[in-house]
């Protein structure tokens, strides 16, 4: 029995061309999730793994749908040929079916497949470095942007045009002094010497 998962990343990706390629092949027992294939805690690729008898074979559209590292990859592979079940890809520029026994080169794919893509990711990774140090280097703030709520902000500011310190503004709205400071930048020689004062008393 061919037994078919799918995976994206994140809930806003879509699944829709997996499952199509899938379905093209005749599968109709198919698992899915959106979820990192950093972890192995899927429900979907569980499901699958718990479905998948002897004889049976995972099928999926890319090698890197079934995990994201080689290590946990080649694992989940070997642990699943311990089983006797297979793995098929759909997609992969070398085609990989360790179903058949007596096929030498599906073993080269498998691996040369798994290499390429934490290539890639190290490259990926060390691009992002680069240009996190260039933002940074350059001024810019990088990362997720804070989420701040605009009630209490505006609150806040209300609270700062009145003379309020900003102690007094933490304590009565709940945001941190750093979120403050960020979102409501001193505006005279006034404000940076309560700030100096405020930071000189609670020691930053």
Known sequence: MDIGYARVSTA?????????ALAATGITKVFADKK??????RPGLQGALDHARAGDVI??????????????TLNMMHELKERGIGVRTLADP???DTSDPD?????LAV???????????????????????VATA????????????????????????????IREIVTKTGLARTTLYRH????SSTDQATRGRDIARTGG
């Not at 096929?103 to 073993?107: D, G, V």
């Not at 040369?112 to 893509?117: D, G, I, P, R, S």
């Open 12 to 20: 806003k990706q879509d699944l829709g061309r997996q499952l199509d």
């Open 94 to 96: 070398l085609p990989i």
């Open 59 to 72: 099928v999926v559209h890319t090698l890197d749908r079934l995990g994201r590292t080689v290590r946990d």
């Open 103 to 107: 096929n030498p080169m599906a073993q």
């Open 138 to 165: 350059n001024g810019r703030r990088t990362g997720r942007p804070s989420v701040v709520d605009p009630d209490k902000l505006e609150h806040a500011t209300m609270l700062r045009d009145k003379g309020v310190t």
């Open 184 to 187: 409501l930048p001193p505006r």
């Open 111 to 133: 691996v040369m497949l798994a290499l390429f893509a934490e290539m890639e990711r190290t490259y990926a990774a060390e691009r992002a470095a680069h240009a996190r140090a």
């Open 36 to 41: 990192s294939g950093a972890t192995r805690n």
